[in-house]
Structures are given as structure tokens and as C-alpha cells.
Nanobody
Framework: QVQLVESGGGLVQAGGSLRLSCAAS????????MGWFRQAPGKDREFVSA????????SYADSVQGRFTISRDNGKNTVYLQINSLKPEGTDVYYC?????????????????WGQGTQVTVSS
């Protein structure tokens, strides 16, 4: 099994920045793709960003392109999401996901493990 623990969420003003982290532990040797999703109250979980094992391939949702940056440190089994220019969209819970697939994944079902989430609230 693989455990994922997110951190770095909080309350931030619109236009501000946050850096989310997701630390993986357990049987991580066959974890390749990692991603971030987010979910607002009453809405479906949506894809935010993903990265492959080497970090050479990344993908972003159109809504965050140019403002968010995903990266990973395999030595620390950690993936990061740098969030800049936050928009006053209220509260989202950001979830980290990890999977056995080799390339980036865009859909929930493409990931095998999920963290508990970290809440990000953007005030206007």
C-alpha cells in the first residue's frame, strides 16, 4: 500500500501564492505518475495537474495553465504544486494522487492511491 499526505494548504488572499506538498510512503517503488486534483463544495473532483516519473512530462488544466507548476523530488517521494496568482474562487480541497501508470493521467480512475486532501481558501 501507498500512503499520501498533503500539506501546505491554508487561507490566502486573491493574487497570493501557496506551495502544496504531497509525501508518499509505503510501497512507492512502483509509483510512477502523480497528480493533483481539486474539489469545491458541491462539485465534482477535477483534474489540476499531473507529472510522470522523471518529471519530464507534465500536464495542466486550462484553468490553471501558467499559474500552477507541478514538480517532484523522487529522492524524497514528494510531489509539489506551486500555486500562484490565486483567484477568489472560495474553498477547494486539493487532493494528491499516485498511480502505477507510466504517463500522466487526467482522470480519477487512472490513479490508484489518494491522499486525504488539503484545503485552500482564497479570500477576495
Amino acid at each position: 500500500q501507498v500512503q499520501l499526505v498533503e500539506s501546505g494548504g491554508g487561507l490566502v488572499q486573491a493574487g497570493g501564492s501557496l506551495r502544496l506538498s504531497c509525501a508518499a510512503s509505503g510501497r512507492t517503488s512502483n509509483i510512477y505518475a502523480m497528480g493533483w486534483f481539486r474539489q469545491a463544495p458541491g462539485k465534482d473532483r477535477e483534474f489540476v495537474s499531473a507529472i510522470n516519473w522523471s518529471g519530464g512530462s507534465t500536464s495542466y488544466a486550462d484553468s490553471v495553465q501558467g499559474r500552477f507548476t507541478i514538480s517532484r523530488d523522487n529522492g524524497k517521494n514528494t510531489v509539489y504544486l506551486q500555486i500562484n496568482s490565486l483567484k477568489p474562487e472560495g474553498t477547494d480541497v486539493y487532493y494528491c494522487a499516485a498511480g502505477h501508470r507510466s504517463g500522466v493521467g487526467y482522470m480519477n480512475f487512472e490513479y490508484d492511491y489518494w491522499g486525504q486532501g488539503t484545503q485552500v481558501t482564497v479570500s477576495s
